[in-house]
């Protein structure tokens, strides 16, 4: 399978090329700074330079070529402001999204965050609005869609290192957190289970193995 991964560079997303290459999936990272392509080679993965806030659909649709899947796994980060929550998290997902649709990819697996779906709290720092907001349009931007689309909510992300043990459910879920290299785990058991399309998942630590928690839900 090959997988092109947005946020390339990102934690989960190399934590995630490495499980790819490891069982034979090809993984090809969409980064946007060229210093970042030795990490990623690193772990097993290719990596394409792209800007998400600078490519045309046009553009990321070649990139795609040849794809099985797309996971979104960028995010603007801690750090930064509410106009790149929107740039990043919303019109980042929805300019891959386009693109895969061009470029006739159908599975695409998008990172979104618990606490999306609703608006956000009153009183809510503005930038945490800002982030909710984004995520609440990307998932509903790809849930229109015409793809076989799974949205995956975790909770808080840790780098602790891999349980293998989560609770993976329609929401709600009640807020926890949940490692990177689990999600990571996660992420890769949904590409290879299509019953998963058209599910929106939320995701924290729990008992159940990633891949029995997978395939119940599938
Ligand atoms: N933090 C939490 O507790 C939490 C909880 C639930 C969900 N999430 C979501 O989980 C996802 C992944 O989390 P993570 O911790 O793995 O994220 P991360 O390490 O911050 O990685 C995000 C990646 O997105 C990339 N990116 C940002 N702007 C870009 C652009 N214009 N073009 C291309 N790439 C760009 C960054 O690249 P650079 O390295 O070049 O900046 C970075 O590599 C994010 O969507 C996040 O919102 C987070």
Redesign the pocket.
């Known amino acids: 399978m090959r997988v092109v991964i947005?946020?390339?560079?990102?934690?989960?997303?190399?934590?995630l090329e490495r499980l790819l290459a490891e069982r034979g999936d090809q993984a090809v990272a969409?980064?946007?700074?060229p210093a970042?392509v030795a990490d990623v080679r690193k772990g097993g993965a290719e990596a394409f330079i792209?800007?998400?806030?600078?490519?045309s659909a046009d553009e990321v649709a070649v990139l795609l070529a040849g794809a099985d899947a797309v996971v979104?796994?960028?995010?603007?980060?801690?750090g930064?402001g509410a106009p790149?929550k929107d740039?990043?998290?919303r019109a980042?997902s929805v300019l891959m999204a386009e693109a895969a649709e061009q470029a006739g990819v159908r599975r695409f697996v998008q990172?979104?965050?618990?606490?999306a779906g609703q608006p956000p709290q009153p009183g809510t720092d503005e930038v945490w609005a800002a982030?909710i907001t984004a995520?609440t349009a990307a998932e509903a931007d790809l849930r229109a869609r015409d793809l076989d689309w799974t949205i995956l909510?975790?909770?808080?992300?840790?780098d602790a290192p891999a349980t293998g043990r989560i609770r993976l459910a329609s929401p709600p879920v009640p807020a926890g957190?949940v490692p990177?290299a689990d999600?990571a785990a996660v992420i890769a058991a949904l590409l290879d289970n299509p019953g998963t399309q058209h599910q929106t998942l939320e995701l924290v630590s729990g008992n159940s193995p990633v891949a029995t928690a997978v395939h119940t839900i599938s």
């Open positions: 947005a946020g390339g560079h990102g934690k989960i997303a190399l934590l969409l980064i946007r700074n970042h792209c800007d998400l806030e600078a490519a979104f796994a960028a995010g603007a980060g801690p930064s790149r740039s990043v998290d980042g990172v979104s965050s618990m606490g982030y995520k909510r975790p909770g808080g992300l840790t957190t990177r999600v």
